[in-house]
């Protein structure tokens, strides 16, 4: 397996850095778990496994075909904005689940920075971690934090759960699991709050945006546009405008007709 550890590593913390520089940070601090090791599948794959009890390894995926092994995982998932898997194993489902759909995001939880470490020196994520579409956590607020930055119901709406069950239901590991993946609900319900809340005050809010922009100074604005111009150059962008047939997102219906 070429190009593993310190380069390896820091090249991945180098992507994720551009979307959670806390999580980089806390990674590229911590030691190595020294229970994930590297191998290779019989299919040529870099996959990881775990020691157990200090000798015998805990196989996580597929020790012939993990790949395939992750295809039909995936496969058998509806395609939604957001998957959350829980164990990053070497990035077999996130991997697959990105590449299959291409507007969707993922979110791994793992049971701590050192894991993530291991698994990082050895398995290569740049392009997943570049892309932002990738985030990893390891703590309540980590987790949190991302679900409020990649699930957008505004945009679009779904979202589901996997886990790598030998690694998940280990003793060492479930409680940590237990409550990561119990606190989601809560999140997701404050989430819809301030949608509801968004759709709620939407049309007034912009309203009072257009409104208020006729008190602003213009003076120094052709500046600020240039200088937004010069930054933005060349930069892949993403726009999102509302149209008509969104309008009942932001008013009441209207009264029936006699």
């Not at 003793?171 to 709050?193: C, K, S, W, Y």
């Not at 930069?235 to 006699?258: C, K, N, T």
Request: hydrophobic share 40%; aromatic share 6%.
């Amino acid at each position: 397996m070429a190009d593993t550890g310190p380069h390896r590593l820091a090249a991945n913390v180098a992507a994720l850095r551009r979307w959670d520089a806390h999580c980089a940070d806390r990674i590229t601090s911590a030691p190595a778990d020294p229970e994930i090791l590297g191998q290779s599948a019989r299919d040529g794959t870099v996959s990881i496994v775990a020691m157990q009890n200090g000798r015998r390894q805990l196989q996580i995926h597929s020790r012939y075909r993990p790949t395939e092994e992750a295809r039909r995982t995936v496969a058998a998932l509806p395609p939604t904005a957001t998957l959350i898997v829980h164990g990053l194993g070497a990035a077999f489902i996130p991997r697959e689940y990105l590449s299959r759909h291409r507007s969707s995001s993922v979110i791994v939880t793992e049971r701590s920075h050192a894991t993530v470490r291991a698994i990082l020196e050895v398995v290569d994520l740049t392009a997943e971690l570049n892309s932002g579409r990738l985030r990893i956590t390891t703590t309540p607020a980590e987790l949190t934090a991302a679900i409020e930055a990649v699930h957008l119901p505004m945009i679009r709406d779904g979202i589901q759960s996997v886990e790598l069950t030998s690694w998940v239901s280990r003793d060492t590991n479930r409680d940590h699991f237990t409550v990561l993946h119990g606190m989601i609900p809560a999140v997701l319900q404050r989430i819809a709050e301030e949608v509801a809340t968004m759709r709620h005050f939407g049309r007034p809010w912009l309203a009072h945006t257009v409104e208020n922009t006729f008190c602003i100074s213009w003076d120094t604005i052709p500046e600020r546009i240039e200088k937004f111009r010069r930054e933005t150059d060349r930069r892949p962008a993403r726009v999102l405008a509302a149209g008509p047939g969104l309008d009942g997102w932001f008013s009441d219906p209207p009264p029936p007709q006699d």
